[in-house]
C-alpha cells in the first residue's frame, strides 16, 4: 500500500523546481531487446566514476539475461537528486532502480516508495551477511534492507606526500583543521598551479554540505538541538564555516563555488591541489595511473577534528526498486547483480582493483589482489567507516540518525538553501555571519513548517 508522508509542503516545492531538467541516456541491449518480448530495466544513476563503471560492464549482464533491456539514465549529483524525488514523490514511474543514498532509504521506505529487498537478498547466493555491518544497516528501515550497497564511504583527508616532502611537513595520526590551515597556507602555489586545498563548493545538500558538517559538528556547532531549535547562528557553526570559507577563499582551487566532488577529483588527479579533504571513494580514481598524474604520491589521513575525537561521515550510493516498477524481479536481477561478489571480481579483472568498488562487503578486504592495490587506502577507509557515530557525531545529542544531513523530508531543500548561502559567501558576494544568519531564518522556517516545533 502506498502511504505518503504527512509532512511534504517543502518537498513538493522541490518536485515543481525540477521539472524543465534534461535526461541523459544511453542504452545496453540485450538480445531480447526492442523484440516487445523482453523486459526493459531503466536504471537512474550518478555521474561519478564507480557509477559510471556500471554502464561500461553491463554487457556481460546483458549476455547472461538476454530478456532483459537495460536503460541507463546518468546525471550530475544534484540533478539525479532531483529528478528521481520528482518521479516517486508523484509515482511517476519512470525508473525501475534509482540510485539514493543513506538519506532517502529510510524516509522513502517509511512512505512506502520502495519494495523492500529483504526476501530478495536473502535468496540465492547474494550472501547479504556479507555486506559492511554500518552500511547494511544505514540502508534498512525497521531491520529490513531497502537498497542493495554499491559503494559505500566516509571521508578522509588525502594529502600529496611528495609535496610535503619537499616543504619538510609531516602530517600528523590525526590532523586537526587547525593543521590543515597551516599546511593549505605553506603549500599554496598558485604560480605553480598548486592550491594548498581543494574542497567542495557547489550548492547542494550532497556537494558543499558534506564536508562542511563535518567541520561543524566537529567545531560544536549543530544544525538543530533535541527540541528542533535551529543553532546556525551559534557562535561555535561560525567558526567552523569561516575556517572552511577562508580556507577556499585563501587557499581554494579557483572557481571553489562551482566545484562539486567531480571537479575536486579532477583538480587533485590533475596534480593541482595539495591536499583534498572528501569522499574516501575518491582514492581508487587518485591511484589510477590512466586517470591520475599523482598515482603512487598520495597519502591518507582521518578528516579533520576540532573538539571530537572523529569527524568523518557515512554514505553509501545504494541501488533501490521504487514501488512503481513494474517488473521489480527483472530490477533485483541487475540490482543484485551490479552489487555482489561477483561484479567486484569483474572490476578487478577488467578495469583494475584499484577502482573495485570500497565500502560495501567485507570479503572485499580479503581479496589478495584488492589489498594488493589498494594497500594505502583500504584500511584509512575501512577505519573511517567504523569510527563514524551516525547517532551522535558532534558534541550535541540530535534527534535523528545521520551525519552530514539532518534526515528529515525537508532536508532536500533547507540544506539546498543553506548551502546557496555559504557557497555565495565562498564567492565573496556576502560574509559569513549573514550567510548563516539567512540560514538561522531557513532552518527556522522548517522547524515549523514541518511541525517539528511548536507556533
Not at 509542503?9 to 541523459?24: D, E
Not at 541516456?25 to 555521474?47: F, N, Q
Not at 546483458?62 to 508523484?90: C, G, Y
Request: hydrophobic share 40%; aromatic share 10%; glycine share 8%.
Amino acid at each position: 500500500m502506498f502511504r505518503l508522508f504527512m509532512r511534504r509542503p517543502v518537498l513538493a516545492g522541490t518536485v515543481a523546481a525540477t521539472a524543465g531538467l534534461t535526461l541523459v541516456t544511453t542504452s545496453c541491449a540485450g538480445a531480447g531487446g526492442g523484440s516487445g518480448e523482453g523486459r526493459t530495466v531503466t536504471i537512474a544513476t550518478v555521474a561519478n566514476p564507480q557509477m559510471e563503471d556500471i554502464e561500461e560492464l553491463a554487457g556481460r549482464f546483458s549476455e547472461e539475461h538476454p530478456d532483459i533491456e537495460l536503460e541507463f539514465v546518468v546525471l550530475p549529483e544534484n540533478q539525479l537528486r532531483d529528478r528521481v524525488t520528482q518521479d516517486i514523490a508523484t509515482q511517476g514511474g519512470q525508473y525501475d532502480i534509482v540510485t539514493i543514498g543513506t538519506y532517502e532509504v529510510p524516509i522513502w521506505a517509511e512512505n512506502g516508495w520502495l519494495f523492500s529487498l529483504e526476501e530478495y537478498a536473502n535468496e540465492g547466493d547474494y550472501d547479504v551477511d556479507d555486506l559492511l555491518p554500518p552500511v547494511r544497516e544505514a540502508l534498512s528501515y525497521e531491520d529490513e534492507l531497502f537498497a542493495a550497497p554499491f559503494y559505500g564511504e566516509s571521508s578522509f583527508l588525502m594529502y600529496r606526500e611528495d609535496l610535503f616532502e619537499e616543504a619538510g611537513l609531516t602530517m600528523p595520526e590525526q590532523p586537526t583543521w587547525e593543521d590543515v590551515s597551516g599546511f593549505a597556507e605553506e603549500l599554496h602555489d598558485p604560480d605553480d598551479d598548486v592550491s594548498g586545498i581543494c574542497m567542495r563548493g557547489l550548492p547542494g545538500w550532497g556537494e558543499l554540505l558534506a564536508p562542511l558538517n563535518t567541520a561543524i559538528l566537529t567545531h560544536g556547532g549543530q544544525w538543530y538541538d533535541e527540541e528542533w531549535n535551529a543553532h546556525l547562528d551559534s557562535p561555535e557553526t561560525q567558526e567552523a564555516v569561516e575556517l572552511y570559507v577562508d580556507l577556499l577563499r585563501d587557499y581554494g582551487q579557483p572557481g571553489a563555488p562551482n566545484d562539486g566532488f567531480t571537479e575536486c577529483l579532477t583538480t587533485m588527479a590533475q596534480g593541482n591541489a595539495a591536499m583534498f579533504y572528501d569522499a574516501t571513494v575518491a582514492a581508487g580514481s587518485l591511484e589510477d595511473p590512466d586517470s591520475s598524474s599523482v598515482a603512487g604520491d598520495i597519502g591518507y589521513a582521518p578528516a579533520p577534528v576540532a573538539e571530537t575525537d572523529h569527524a568523518g561521515w557515512l554514505w553509501a550510493w545504494a541501488l533501490a526498486i521504487p514501488s512503481t516498477s513494474t517488473d521489480a524481479d527483472a530490477a533485483w536481477e541487475f540490482a543484485s547483480w551490479a552489487t555482489s561478489k561477483e561484479y567486484i571480481q569483474l572490476v578487478g579483472e577488467e578495469l583494475g582493483w584499484e577502482q573495485v568498488p570500497p565500502g560495501s562487503r567485507t570479503s572485499t578486504y580479503e581479496l589478495p589482489e584488492y589489498t594488493d592495490a589498494a594497500g594505502k587506502f583500504a584500511e584509512p577507509t575501512l577505519d573511517a567507516i567504523e569510527n563514524v557515530d551516525v547517532n551522535q557525531p558532534g558534541l550535541h545529542p540530535q534527534p535523528w540518525t545521520g551525519v552530514q544531513y539532518v534526515a528529515i523530508p525537508e532536508f532536500q531543500d533547507l540544506g539546498t538553501s543553506v548551502s546557496q548561502e555559504i557557497s555565495a559567501a565562498i564567492a565573496g558576494q556576502q560574509s559569513v555571519e549573514e550567510a548563516l544568519e539567512l540560514s538561522q531564518e531557513h532552518a527556522e522556517a522548517t522547524a515549523r513548517s514541518g511541525d517539528y516545533v511548536d507556533e
